[in-house]
């Protein structure tokens, strides 16, 4: 098993802070909406951008005490992939001081922004598409080490409480036990085979507030719904635009508002108990509307966070790969390069098609999976996990964390893909046949976050 590195930065440097020890803060946003025409990522068909709904951000929030910082980062688009996250990291810290491993930076999951160019790449671009993919894949890391630079210069005192909010209607376990024994996976509004959900759904809305003097700095919030609820072709952050209008309104404009996705591999916003249509920019500010009343309900219970230092943790796991047969490999090969063409193949076959491909040319080398994580004092913590992330290995992570409030950000640092839990490997459906790595490796990278937040208590508490 890896050894976790740590780091806890306990050093004041004379003079550089106010006598008494206390939390600094500062935050940015940044614009970072594509050029029309860029290919728009999400699916397992091409379509290019071709308005402008709702613009897309970086947003920076950096955390300092004691002359120790970390910096939580999260931009409105589709994934944080590796190479993308590694480059921005080391401009980062360039540019600010900030380490790598004290940098967390995560995506919302917007499936109404850009394809970004990583490792792996199943759109098959070329041409402009492709030309402007890479430039935009490229420039991203300067515009988020530009964001979190100017965060950086505008630390200043600031009280950080939090809160835990519920709302249980809007999430919806999209995997369910069917009549004929099967699991199904999004089987349709008012499907009669359908007998229950297959799993639960995570309720809790995380709110973080921060404001210096009387006057309101960021709010931060973290929520368990798959973004995928616009569609069409025109950029935008899907609900998350409509929670951070709101909350705008409601604290001042200068307020920022950050939003960051739960564990929600197998939750999405569809109700299949109703009828009713759920797609379009009318149900993306339906939802935003009422998850970001549940965060104005939790201003007035919101709880201090009383100082102490900012540790980190960072653990590299080696997760094995799924199982496949090489005799899947020229097929999958063969139905990977029509992709684009109309009716290419069912589904699921192109699905797994794309995962054999990429499995088959990794030549039994594990998935690299980064868990992170970041504390403040013994009350607040934040655990990032590299790809959509089911529900219930969030859920246990937050049970058996030592802190009183544990945020868990999927697509943080890295995008693998699907990480289903154990019991969903024999049920099978979409998100199995996508996950490049094997049965237990959720549950690996849980044990991995809870060493970790263990540790940091233990350190802290032996001070």
């Known amino acids: 098993m890896p050894r976790p590195t740590c780091w806890l930065i306990l050093t004041a440097f004379a003079g550089a802070l106010p006598a008494a020890a206390e939390w600094r803060a500062g935050v940015a946003?940044?614009?970072?909406?594509?050029?029309?025409?860029?290919?728009?990522?999400?699916?397992?068909?091409?379509?290019?951008?071709?308005?402008?709904?709702?613009?897309?951000y970086a947003k920076a929030l950096v955390l300092e005490r004691d002359g120790s910082k970390a910096a939580l980062v999260v931009?409105?688009?589709i994934s944080a992939p590796e190479a993308i996250v590694e480059q921005a990291r080391k401009l980062v810290e360039q540019q600010t001081g900030i380490p790598p491993e004290?940098?967390?930076?995560?995506?919302?999951?917007?499936?109404?922004?850009?394809?970004?160019?990583?490792?792996?790449?199943?759109?098959?671009?070329?041409?402009?598409?492709?030309?402007?993919?890479?430039?935009?894949?490229?420039?991203?890391?300067?515009?988020?080490?530009?964001?979190?630079?100017?965060?950086?210069?505008?630390?200043?005192?600031?009280?950080?409480?939090?809160?835990?909010?519920?709302?249980?209607?809007?999430?919806?376990?999209r995997r369910f036990f069917m009549s004929d024994g099967t699991i199904g996976w999004n089987p349709g509004k008012l499907n009669p085979k359908i007998v229950k959900p297959a799993g639960p759904i995570d309720p809790e809305v995380a709110v973080v507030y921060l404001e210096t003097g009387a006057k309101p700095l960021a709010t931060y919030v973290n929520y368990a719904l798959h973004l995928d609820t616009v569609g069409g072709e025109h950029y935008s952050a899907d609900y998350p635009y409509t929670l951070y209008s709101i909350l705008g309104r409601v604290k001042g404009s200068e307020m920022v508002?950050?939003?960051?996705?739960?564990?929600?591999?197998?939750?999405?916003?569809?109700?299949?108990?109703?009828?009713?249509?759920?797609?379009?920019?009318?149900?993306?500010?339906?939802?935003?509307?009422?998850?970001?009343?549940?965060?104005?309900?939790?201003?007035?219970?919101?709880?201090?966070?009383?100082?102490?230092?900012?540790?980190?943790?960072?653990?590299?796991?080696?997760?094995?790969?799924?199982?496949?047969?090489?005799?899947?490999?020229?097929?999958?090969?063969?139905t990977a390069a029509k992709f684009g063409e109309p009716g290419a193949a069912p589904f699921l076959e192109l699905v797994n098609a794309f995962k054999v491909v990429e499995l088959a040319e990794r030549n039994g080398k594990p998935v690299e999976a980064e868990v992170q994580v970041i504390t403040a004092g013994d009350q607040l913590a934040w655990v990032a996990l590299p790809g959509e992330v089911f529900v219930e290995l969030g859920q246990a992570i937050k049970k058996l964390s030592p802190f009183r409030q544990t945020i868990v950000v999927e697509l943080a640092n890295g995008s693998i893909g699907y990480i289903p839990n154990r019991k969903a490997y024999p049920e099978g459906n979409y998100e199995v046949v996508s996950a490049r790595v094997a049965e237990g490796s959720g549950e690996m990278l849980v044990d991995a976050a809870l060493r970790m937040l263990n540790d940091c208590w233990e350190k802290r508490k032996a001070e």
């Not at 614009?31 to 897309?56: E, S």
């Not at 509307?289 to 540790?311: D, N, S």
């Open 257 to 334: 508002t950050l939003f960051t996705q739960g564990t929600s591999g197998n939750v999405n916003h569809i109700d299949v108990k109703s009828g009713a249509p759920q797609r379009g920019h009318h149900e993306a500010a339906r939802i935003g509307t009422v998850l970001a009343g549940e965060v104005v309900k939790m201003y007035p219970k919101l709880q201090p966070v009383r100082e102490g230092p900012i540790q980190t943790r960072r653990e590299i796991m080696k997760l094995p790969l799924a199982k496949f047969e090489q005799s899947e490999v020229a097929p999958a090969r063969a």
């Open 75 to 77: 931009f409105d688009l």
């Open 102 to 173: 004290r940098v967390m930076i995560s995506a919302t999951h917007a499936h109404t922004g850009p394809v970004l160019i990583s490792r792996t790449d199943r759109y098959n671009l070329e041409g402009k598409m492709l030309e402007l993919a890479k430039r935009y894949s490229a420039d991203l890391p300067g515009m988020v080490a530009a964001t979190v630079a100017k965060a950086n210069a505008s630390l200043a005192p600031v009280t950080i409480s939090s809160a835990s909010g519920h709302e249980d209607s809007l999430a919806f376990n």
């Open 29 to 56: 946003h940044t614009k970072i909406t594509p050029p029309l025409g860029m290919p728009m990522a999400g699916y397992y068909h091409n379509r290019g951008a071709t308005g402008v709904h709702d613009d897309l």
